[in-house]
């Protein structure tokens, strides 16, 4: 099996026309592989988030490719892209975007839902995600009954409900406190990390680097080389 | 073992029209928690569209109500045609007819019977002095074709002298709730109640009803040259009304069904009075009220929840699932709303007959289709505004933040 999750060439997205055109991401290449924690770091306004957004099937780049295992992303049509995001990923929002006025076993069934999975199924299926977590007996509270923390390991049995090949994690700390954000991190590294999955986060975070097993150190939309960009 | 967990939610099960119905109804079971469990946004929205509703509701059975009342005549009566002057807007306008139009009538091809109607007004004097202005109405001599339903005494007594038949509806009391064998005095003539009598509906304008034959209203009240206010005519099939209507046009006055009667008053009252006007006005005021609060109530909603949309999209929602949740929201806003409403109204109407037994207001199955098509065109709108935004969000912005 190829080893290759996901291969970025020459991603380029720029902003604004003219005068105030301005390059969130300049010409960026990489791989990153199955069985492995990817960080991208690097200040605010580096171009993390664009390029996350670019490789998620979210955001169109200007210019180059993103093949997630065998599919060229960008060659997808509107519907297609959807589905590809659907089957292929799970996302872990910085804000975790849980719905505060459903239970957290229905928030954890959507992506099932969205699959065309009955609605009892889902249900049953999203109590494993939340057993995966140790969340199982807050299964029946709404999210904003729950910790940070709590919030935190809804959203990844949300995004594992996906049964995704990658995972994207936007400042998966940046809502937690340094002994929750590490913990949330390892148990990733632990528990959700496989053979067959490729964990992308972005993050400031110095604090969860040593869970890294690759880092990409962006400045100005650019990789830097070398610098930064070394195995953990 | 979690590996292969994961991957088992990955199975594809698209496409299977069970498959499909399934999915569906989890999403729109996810959209109908999001609206409900929202509790405060939801019951604004419910208020907005209940008062609404109610005010719609409530005016047009305003309008049916006194539309049955001004019609009442010709439903008490019953006839399947009705020839009139072609002035006649309605019952209580009646302009009198010759008697040879009577027997012109009677001589077309395809008339089962016609007879004479008298319709008029008269004042009977009460024990106190006072007077009370009543409708009179003449029945055919000899067929009493068009009498009412009798709850107490005899048809047949309406031939006795001086012989009445009196309503017993809200407006009864004003002639001090007569029994058989009251005496009035009507017009400087004497009358007797010999019949009480029940009918569908009472008179617009808040009268007492009283039936007598045709040639004693004649007799006792004033009269021009022409007496018959109305001929009724029952045709042999109902084939027969076009030529009877082509034959009674050639003689120079009008014939309706009385379906044809009825549209032909209510159309005066909305058009040639201010009343309908009024009403249709209110109608359209409850209308744009409910238009705009639920339209913006429910963009509202939407706005606020507009980064869970955008999340859902970029999970993997395609727009024509977005657009699914957010209409199927529309429309149990719109239902529930629309129930309520009703409710409201009918709950209202119930407890102010019971104060005012002349409160002319029904609810019809019409103001129900119309106020129904109100609120569908409502929801549609607040759905439409709503989808309009959800569609142009980009996921983009949640990453943003």
Same mark, same amino acid.
């Given at each position: ?11 380029t997205k720029?902003f604004?026309?003219?005068e105030?055109k301005?390059y969130a991401?300049?010409?960026v ?8 924690l990817?960080y991208?770091?690097g %200040?605010?306004?580096?171009g993390?988030t664009?390029?996350?957004s ?10 180059g490719?993103v ?5 060229d992303?960008?060659?997808l049509?509107?519907?297609?892209l959807?589905d590809?995001?659907l089957q ?9 975007h849980?719905?505060?006025n ?8 959507i %992506?099932l839902? !969205?699959?065309r999975?009955?609605?009892?199924d889902? !249900?049953k299926?999203? +109590?494993k ?5 140790g969340?199982?007996n807050?299964?029946?509270l ?5 910790s940070g923390?709590?919030q ?5 049995a ?6 995704p090949?990658l995972m994207i ?6 809502s937690?406190?340094g002994?929750?954000g ?5 148990f990733v590294?632990?528990?959700v ?5 490729c ?8 604090r ?9 150190n ?7 080389a070398?610098?930064g960009t070394?195995?953990? | 073992?979690?590996?292969?967990l994961a991957?088992?939610g990955?199975?594809h099960v698209?496409?299977?029209?069970a498959a499909?119905?399934?999915a569906?109804?989890g ?6 928690k999001l609206?409900?469990n929202?509790?405060?946004k939801?019951a604004?929205l419910l208020?907005g569209?209940t008062?609404?509703?109610?005010? +719609? ?7 049916a109500? +006194? +539309?049955?009342k001004?019609s009442?005549t010709?439903?008490n009566?019953?006839?399947k045609v009705w020839?009139?002057?072609p002035a ?8 009198p ?9 009677r001589s077309?091809?395809?008339v089962?019977?016609a007879?004479?109607?008298?319709a ?10 006072t007077?009370? %202005?009543?409708?009179? !109405?003449g029945?055919d001599?000899t067929?009493?074709?068009?009498r009412p339903n009798l709850?107490?005494?005899?048809i047949?007594?309406i031939?006795a002298?001086?012989?009445f038949v009196?309503?017993?509806d809200e407006?009864y009391p004003k ?14 003539n ?7 009598a029940?009918?569908p509906?009472?008179g ?7 039936y007598?034959?045709f040639?004693r ?6 009269s021009m040259r022409y007496t ?7 045709p042999?099939n109902?084939?027969?009304i %076009?030529?009877?209507?082509?034959e009674?046009?050639r003689l120079g006055?009008?014939?309706?069904t009385?379906?044809g ?7 005066? /009252?909305m058009?040639?009075?201010g009343?309908?006007?009024n !009403?249709?006005?209110m109608?359209?005021?409850?209308f744009?009220?409910?238009l705009s ?6 963009y509202?909603?939407?706005l606020e929840n507009m ?6 999209k $970029?999970?993997?929602?395609k ?6 949740m957010i209409f199927f929201q529309?429309?149990?806003?719109g239902l529930a709303g629309?129930?309520?409403g009703?409710?409201?109204c009918?709950?209202?109407i119930?407890?102010?007959k019971?104060?005012v037994p002349? /409160? ?8 129900? $289709?119309l106020?129904?098509g109100m609120?569908?065109?409502?929801s549609?709108?607040?759905?439409y505004?709503?989808v309009r ?6 996921p ?6």
């Open positions: 099996m190829d080893t290759v999750a996901i291969r970025a060439e020459g991603l720029s604004g026309q003219g105030t301005m991401v300049r010409d290449t990489f791989d990153a592989h199955f069985k492995e990817l991208i770091v %200040p605010s306004g580096s993390k664009t390029l996350l670019i490789i998620s099937g979210i955001l169109r780049p200007d210019a490719t093949r997630v295992e065998d599919t992303v960008w060659s049509k509107e519907n297609a959807a590809f995001r292929k990923l799970g996302f872990v929002f910085q804000d975790f849980l719905f505060p459903l239970r957290t076993v229905e928030n954890v069934a %992506p839902v !969205l699959k999975r009955p609605w009892n889902a !249900l299926e999203a +109590m995600y939340l057993e995966v977590v969340l199982a807050r299964s029946e709404n999210p904003t009954r729950l923390g709590e935190q390991r809804v959203a990844i949300r995004a594992l409900a996906s049964g090949d994690f936007d400042e998966p700390t940046a937690l406190d002994d929750t590490k913990k949330i991190v390892e590294k632990r528990e990390l496989t053979d067959h999955r964990i992308v986060v972005v993050t400031h975070d110095e969860i680097y040593e869970f890294a097993d690759r880092i990409l962006m400045e100005d939309g650019r990789l830097l070398g610098k070394a195995d953990a | 073992m979690f590996g292969a991957r088992a990955s199975v698209r496409g299977t029209p499909d119905k399934a569906v109804s999403i729109l079971r996810i959209a109908y609206l409900v929202d509790k405060g939801f604004a208020m569209l008062f609404s509703v109610f005010l +719609m509701v409530q005016m047009t059975s305003m309008f109500g +006194m +539309m049955k001004a009442a010709v439903t009566t019953g006839a020839v009139m002057d006649v807007t309605n019952v209580s306008s009646a302009i007819m010759p008697d040879y139009i009577l027997d012109a009538v077309i091809a395809g089962k019977y007879v004479p109607l008298y008029g007004g008269a004042l009977v004097r009460l024990k106190d002095g007077y009370q %202005p009543v409708t009179v !109405l029945l001599d067929s009493l074709f068009g709850i107490e005494g005899k047949d007594d031939y002298e001086n012989g009196v309503v017993d407006e002639l001090e709730s007569p029994k058989i064998g009251t005496d009035f005095e009507l017009n400087d004497r009358g007797v109640i010999v019949g009480i029940t009918v509906a009472s617009l304008f808040g009268i007492p009803t009283l007598t034959t040639n209203a004649v007799q006792y009240i004033p018959i206010s109305f001929i009724l005519v029952e042999q109902v084939l027969a %076009p030529h009877i209507q082509e009674v046009k006055y009008d014939v309706l009385e379906e009667l009825i549209d032909r008053i209510t159309n005066w /009252y058009f040639h009075t009343m309908g006007t !009403l249709l006005l109608t359209a005021i409850s744009l009220v409910g609060i639920s339209g913006q109530t429910f509202t909603f939407v980064e869970k949309f955008g999340a859902l $970029a999970i993997g929602a727009g024509r699932e977005l657009v699914a529309a429309a149990v806003t629309y129930g309520l009703i409710g409201l009918a709950g209202l119930a407890l102010a019971l104060r002349d /409160y002319a207001s029904i609810i019809t199955y019409r103001n129900l $289709a106020a129904l609120v569908l065109v409502i549609a709108f607040s759905g505004i709503a935004k959800v569609l142009r969000i980009d983009y912005d949640i990453f943003r933040g």
